[in-house]
């Protein structure tokens, strides 16, 4: 059973970083498209980053572009967000994802077959 697992969320001040961590367990991430989703509550899960690991692209919401950088470490299995500038609406909880199919750079939730918890993120300002 593949298992995604999301570590590094906090509470931090507007301004502030985080870096989110999902390491993944019968699943390699070299050769899928991994990607980054938030939900915030009352709102739609939305796609914020995505990584096509075999190649390396990245692909960014317009709402975090330059702010937050998506990489993976394909001998550790692992994928990461760093977070930079924090602002009070990137509050959310944030899910990594995994996707079997060919191709990245969808940002609809049923593009993507494996799902982890979550870690929730808080900026206060």
């Known amino acids: 059973q593949v298992q995604l697992a999301e570590s590094g969320g906090g509470s931090v001040l507007t301004g502030g970083s985080l870096r989110l961590s999902c390491a993944a367990s019968?699943?390699?991430?070299?050769?899928?498209?991994m990607g980054w989703f938030r939900q915030a509550p009352g709102k739609e899960r939305e796609g914020v980053a995505m990584?096509?690991?075999?190649?390396?692209?990245?692909y960014y919401a317009d709402s975090v572009k330059g702010r937050f950088t998506i990489s993976r470490d394909n001998v550790k299995n692992t994928l990461y967000l760093q977070m930079n500038t924090l602002k009070p609406e990137d509050t959310a909880m944030y899910y990594c994802?995994?996707?079997?199919?060919?191709?990245?750079?969808?940002?609809?939730?049923?593009?993507?077959?494996?799902w982890g918890q979550g870690t929730q993120v808080t900026v206060s300002s």
């Open positions: 990584i096509y690991t075999t190649t390396g692209a990245t």
């Open positions: 994802a995994a996707r079997v199919g060919s191709g990245c750079n969808f940002w609809q939730r049923a593009a993507f077959d494996y």
């Open positions: 019968r699943f390699t991430y070299s050769g899928h498209c």
